[in-house]
């Protein structure tokens, strides 16, 4: 069982191989919709955030919808890790 799974084109496969797995060659971050399922995707955010924010000045672009949305949004505070810390507390928090 591996911890990581990628999937790539042929392009992007060889250029994996080539340089490694560096934040910079990724150029898009697609935050998908899906409620609850943000609840166990929100530990690899707390991994995926600050690797994917050394990427010195190579700019990401981020695109969502519903929850995918928020997650990125967090991307964009002084501390993703707390404000992603804050976003779920806030989300298991919602009462109606």
């Not at 990724?26 to 990427?55: E, I």
């Amino acid at each position: 069982m591996r911890a990581l799974e990628i999937h790539a084109g042929g392009t992007a496969r060889a250029l994996l191989l080539e340089r490694g797995l560096r934040p910079e060659l990724f150029g898009t971050l697609v935050g998908a919709s899906g409620g609850a399922k943000w609840l166990v995707l929100a530990a690899l955010d707390r991994v995926l955030f600050p690797w994917l924010l050394h990427r010195g000045e190579t700019p990401l672009a981020c695109v969502g919808s519903s929850i995918g949305t928020w997650r990125n949004l967090c991307l964009a505070q002084p501390d993703p890790a707390a404000a992603s810390a804050r976003f779920l507390e806030a989300y298991l928090g919602q009462t109606y």
